[in-house]
């Protein structure tokens, strides 16, 4: 019998869901609004949508790469390859902007991501992304871990937005949880723990008391 936590940690339903509630946001926005701060460093929100689409674009690709070795990384693991890099996080920044502004029309841009952020696969399949072997389930649920954070970060300045999906926060804790290696030893709701583990939200002395050495292990990924 299907639990109601397994629907939930579901890999399809978790990047379903995220992706789902995601394009609610983008779908309805206009120009000017394409031009709101988001919570990513120097990126308005058209900027945001560009990588948003990258993202997608990437998932594409990875879901028709099969890997004929077995998986090294999983949903938790993948993510302890990132590393605090500011010169190459500028750099980043500065190229997604760039590459951003060639989309004169918001509009373009927006249906562009709309039409691409879909993927289903079989979840137990092999597959390759970024230099490594991920069932596509786990991929799934990486691609909507990254959508639900960055959601957050789409919808600083966007008040009456919906907010990211049950399942793809549910999705983030989980992972904040494994990398952690421990439940975070403090109340924190969903949205906030999202914003703090990925340095989004700067930790207070309580809560730095709260998490001891690990709070300078903090962001867990961005």
């Given amino acids: 019998m299907t639990t109601e936590h397994e629907n939930a940690t579901d890999p399809v339903r978790v990047v379903r869901d995220a992706y789902e509630t995601l394009a609610a946001v983008v779908r309805p926005l206009g120009d000017e609004e394409s031009w709101l701060p988001t919570d990513c460093t120097g990126w308005a929100v058209r900027d945001l949508v560009f990588h948003l689409l990258g993202d997608a674009q990437r998932a594409l690709v990875a879901?028709?790469?099969?890997?004929?070795?077995?998986?090294?990384?999983?949903?938790?693991?993948?993510?302890?390859?990132?590393?605090?890099?500011?010169?190459?996080?500028?750099?980043?920044?500065r190229w997604n902007r760039v590459a951003a502004s060639m989309f004169l029309d918001f509009g373009q841009l927006k249906e562009s991501y709309l039409e691409t952020?879909?993927?289903?696969?079989?979840?137990?399949?092999?597959?390759r992304t970024q230099g490594?072997?991920?069932?596509?389930?786990?991929?799934?649920?990486t691609l909507g871990v990254e959508a639900t954070v960055h959601h957050l970060d789409l919808t600083v300045a966007l008040p009456a937005a919906p907010g990211p999906s049950p399942?793809?926060?549910?999705?983030?804790?989980?992972?904040?949880?494994?990398?952690?290696?421990?439940?975070?030893?403090?109340?924190?709701?969903?949205?906030?723990?999202?914003?703090?583990?990925?340095?989004?939200?700067?930790?207070?002395a309580v809560e730095r008391r709260a998490l001891g050495a690990d709070a300078d292990r903090l962001p867990l990924f961005c």
């Fill in 63 to 93: 879901l028709h790469t099969p890997a004929g070795g077995p998986p090294d990384r999983d949903a938790v693991s993948y993510w302890r390859d990132w590393a605090p890099d500011p010169a190459g996080a500028a750099h980043g920044r």
């Fill in 167 to 204: 399942a793809g926060l549910t999705a983030v804790r989980a992972t904040l949880d494994g990398l952690l290696g421990r439940p975070v030893p403090l109340d924190w709701s969903d949205r906030h723990y999202a914003r703090a583990g990925t340095g989004r939200a700067a930790l207070t």
């Fill in 117 to 127: 952020a879909a993927a289903t696969a079989e979840p137990h399949r092999p597959v």
């Fill in 132 to 141: 490594h072997v991920l069932t596509a389930g786990d991929l799934l649920t």
